[in-house]
């Protein structure tokens, strides 16, 4: 049963993960949550108001989204110090994760007010345990940018990220993604893409960029859904890339000037010139 905290009679703000295709992953305990509470904050009321019809649930809902999070957060605290109990969910899957929710959290922990989870389905975490990818260290990049620079730019700047890198795409954007994936790494990343998880059409597509996109170029149909699009790195992890440059940098600054040496370094590592020209001067100090 919801309860009330030990130490007063403030209510609970619940996190509550819903099911992201499959409605068998709706857990009990999710459930019971969710018929006890006094409100549900949802991030669409119509959707959830789907999901609370097919179990049997009756509640008061109101919708807590990006455009009116922060005004929220007031009101959900008021709610919490009258005693009343609120479970937070999005459209599907873990709120926070790519969803709204943050700021309240952050208020409501600010305020010190309790906050307590509900776990359950979450994309990101499904796709990551059967990819095949090492998930021993992971770094998770939420939504990527629409304009292709800005994606590029991003992706670059994951070349010393250490483990396997995860973000989401959607269906209008994946090919354009996957593409400047192969831009900017070439065939140096090993590439798992997770289609529609749980629901009907789930599929896992593996290879470097430029493989992927031959499956894409050969069937339409493996652009549609929502993506969980996931890269573990085959070039030298960054620590091995720093000794290398710091080697080459040692050889070229018995002969050249600073600068001179990291632009000849940027040219034969790839690394950025700044970076290099950085790492010569703190070597000089040394």
């Known amino acids: 049963m919801v309860a009330h905290s ?10 509550v993960a819903t099911p992201i295709g499959n409605l068998e992953d709706f857990s009990r305990r999710a459930e019971k949550t969710l ?3 006094d409100y549900i904050a949802a991030e669409d009321t119509r959707h959830t108001r789907r999901l609370l019809n097919h179990f049997g649930i009756e509640a008061k809902l109101f919708s807590i989204h990006d455009h009116n999070e922060k005004d929220k957060s007031e009101y959900v605290a008021t709610l919490l110090e009258e005693g009343k109990n609120v479970a937070l969910v999005s459209d599907a899957g873990t709120p926070l994760i790519s969803d709204p929710g943050y700021h309240i959290v952050s208020f409501l922990r600010a305020r010190g007010l309790t906050v307590t989870p ?4 979450c994309a990101l975490i499904a796709a990551l345990c ?3 990818l090492p998930t021993d260290q992971f770094f998770f990049a939420g939504f990527v940018p629409a304009k292709s620079k800005a994606r590029c730019d991003l992706f670059d700047s994951w070349k010393t990220q250490a483990g396997t890198v995860v973000f989401y795409e959607s269906t209008h954007r994946i090919y354009d993604s996957i ?5 900017v790494y070439g065939d140096d990343a090993q590439l798992v893409l997770a289609r529609e998880v749980s629901k009907t059409f ?6 470097t960029a430029t493989e992927i996109l031959a499956m894409f170029d050969a069937d339409a149909n493996q652009m549609r859904g929502e993506f969980v699009v996931m890269l573990s790195f085959t070039q030298e992890s960054g620590d091995e890339k720093e000794l290398e440059a710091m080697r080459i940098l040692t050889i070229l600054l018995e ?5 001179q040496a990291a632009s000849m370094a940027a040219k034969l590592t790839g690394e950025k010139k700044n970076y290099l020209y950085k790492m010569a001067l703190e070597m000089q100090a040394d």
Request: glycine share 12%; no cysteine.
């Open 6 to 15: 030990s130490d007063d009679v403030r209510g609970t703000l619940y996190i």
């Open 35 to 37: 018929r006890e509470v």
């Open 118 to 121: 509900v776990p359950g389905s």
């Open 130 to 132: 059967a990819s095949g």
């Open 179 to 183: 593409k400047d994936v192969a831009s």
């Open 202 to 207: 789930e599929t896992f597509l593996s290879g």
């Open 255 to 259: 002969d050249l000037p600073v600068k």
